[in-house]
């Protein structure tokens, strides 16, 4: 496109090669916009979300959000701990609920899959998370770049020779 506008203002087609060049522009961007979608599931770049995933996934955030209002009325002064109480029971209630959904889908393979998917990325976070760990407590002397190699490998479960 920038080529096209460069081209001198004298040239008798100028316009037109403009109006051509504009409209390979839009025509590639509409198309390749509207299927990049599909080619990266395809490719296996994005991953398909079940509805078990799904599923899993809005339980356990909403146990997130119970357990951190929860925790937030255990924070409340000793006057409004009455009115609280009737509220922690409700979210309490609501919770069991979730809990036992949860445990009513054991048994459906999809579910179970998103479960173990789930679990994956979990360890994998918690992986990065001790890596991290590792990396500060080498930077800060803590431990020797030696003792953190073989602090990871028994993370890890891996045997280290000394």
Known sequence: MALALSLPTELPVRGVIIAMTFGVVVLSVVVQGSTMGFVL???GFVRVRTKAAALLGKNLARLRIIQAQLKE??????PELPYARAIANR?????NAVILELEDRQHDEEFQQATRERVEEIETHLSQVARGALRTCSESNLITEKEAHEIGAESRGQVVSH
Do not use: F, G, T
């Open 41 to 43: 599931k395809y490719l």
């Open 73 to 78: 009325i255990e924070n409340l002064p000793a």
């Open 91 to 95: 979210l309490m209630e609501e919770k």
